[in-house]
């Protein structure tokens, strides 16, 4: 028996037995607890994004930055907005950035000004965010899906060339969860076709297609900087970027109300402007996004490098230089190795209700993760076409078979720049006890 071993409390999973086989950590030293018969097992707690670090290293400034917006009175429009839209054009390479509401916004904005509209089909991917069809839809368009690969998570450029018809007039490839798509094969494919190419980068500030930042291969670029993605702000914004100054001058009329000048509307537009507050948070921030993109690549690499060995569990491609690296997504293929779930898993409702593969093992993995402390969020679990709300355009069960069964294996796992190191030590122990293999001594940072 190992020296001060104690059992681990009844009808405590299996895996747990590695923990207890640990020093178990002084009282307090996280929030996380569980007893059984006065024993207090305290777990550190990883969450899977956290702000508290990044505020606390820039507060003053962020606060002095808000505060001159505050008191200056001008929070819509004027030369704080036209400095970020400056600077952030600057850091994509592109000659215009126009800033708006959020992500969503970009997209729609973007499709509207380049004329696309009712009668038009944009080819995309279903495995993404609502929003990436949601403004194809929302300006008369029709999404047309095409499936993905399976080890990038990415658009599958042969049946995107495949899909195109008569009524396509745009393609919108994702650079999902921060790795580019294979862009110089999308302009080519576009060119050949005669199409419009928009990015949706709105996981992907700061990545790169062969050196060249995403969102300046296309005719636009559409970022999001909700305060979750690689360069995020202190609520909702967004930006559409080109190079074509006609282009940009018709997108920036749309985001206020078609109005090429005060009370002169051209269009039909929207109110969608990115505010004062939040562009003087993005320009603090920005200048930090190319260290935090290399932090990021830091921790996918230890993950990889970590966790390659585990079977159990599939690891995303290290994919190109460029990938910034938004989420680290594995994949959990089935229940893991002989310590996992031994048949407990609970069929999950999204698999029966939209006729997807079985997502129980994952769930399983999930759920167990969390009571261990590492909180761990799924994207997506349900894909696009078979949203109810695009139920009318008749894609079945298995008609995009690579993309439903990535929606019932993935799990991203904790990633942003401040994750310590002991977080994702905790992260890859854990991992490695509950998937039934560790190699080292399992758990270890419960003693934080």
């Known amino acids: 028996m190992t020296p001060g071993w104690r059992a681990p409390p009844a009808g405590a999973p299996r895996w747990a037995e590695s923990l207890f086989r640990q020093r178990i950590a002084p009282i307090g030293v996280a929030q996380g607890d569980c007893r059984d018969g006065g024993l207090k097992v305290v777990f550190m707690q990883v969450p899977p994004f956290s702000l508290t670090e990044q505020l606390q290293h820039l507060g003053e400034e962020l606060d002095q930055a808000v505060l001159q917006v505050l008191r200056s009175g001008q929070y819509i429009g004027g030369s704080v ?55 194809i839809s929302a ?74 930042p995403v969102g300046s291969w296309g005719d636009v670029g559409c970022f999001s900087f909700f305060p979750t993605k690689n360069l995020g702000g202190a609520g909702d914004g967004g930006a559409v970027t080109c190079n074509d100054p006609e282009l940009a001058a018709r997108i920036r009329e749309l ?61 995303p491609e290290a994919g190109p230089a460029g990938h910034s690296w938004n989420q680290f997504v594995v994949r959990v293929p089935q229940c893991p190795g002989a310590s996992a779930c031994g048949g407990s898993c609970t069929p999950a409702a999204d698999s029966a209700n939209y006729g997807l593969p079985e997502a129980s093992c994952r769930d399983w993995l999930k759920q167990e993760l969390q009571a261990a402390g590492v909180t761990t969020i799924i994207y997506y679990p349900i894909p696009i076409h078979r949203q109810p709300a695009y139920a009318d355009l008749g894609y079945a069960p298995g008609s995009l078979p690579r993309t439903e069964q990535l929606c019932a294996e993935v799990l991203s796992l904790p990633i942003f720049p401040e994750l310590r190191a002991e977080q994702q030590q905790r992260v890859i122990e854990v991992l490695s006890a509950l998937v039934g293999k560790v190699q080292s001594q399992a758990c270890s940072s419960v003693a934080a």
Not at 139 to 168: H, K, M, N, R, W
């Open 139 to 212: 300006v008369g368009a029709t999404p047309v899906f095409v499936d993905v690969e399976e080890g990038s998570y990415l658009i599958d450029l042969d049946q995107l060339e495949a899909a195109i018809t008569p009524a396509t007039k745009a393609l919108l490839p994702v650079h999902l969860f921060g790795r580019p798509v294979d862009m110089e094969r999308v302009c080519a494919i576009a060119a050949a076709h005669g199409l419009q190419v928009v990015e949706d980068c709105a996981q992907a500030t700061g990545a790169s297609w062969a050196g060249r």
């Open 255 to 315: 985001a206020v109300h078609g109005m090429p000048r005060r009370y002169l509307h051209t269009s039909l537009g929207y109110n969608s402007r990115l505010d004062a507050i939040q562009a003087a948070v993005l320009r603090v921030k920005l200048p930090h996004l190319p260290s935090w993109v290399e932090r990021r690549r830091g921790l996918a690499q230890t993950y990889h490098q970590a966790l390659g060995s585990r079977l159990e569990i599939h690891l």
């Open 81 to 135: 907005i036209a400095a970020f839209e400056s600077e952030f054009a600057a850091s994509v390479g592109t000659e215009f950035a126009i800033g708006c509401n959020s992500g969503t916004d970009a997209l729609i904005l973007a499709l509207r000004g380049l004329g696309i509209g009712p009668g038009d089909e944009v080819i995309t991917c279903s495995f993404s965010f609502f929003a990436t069809a949601e403004a």
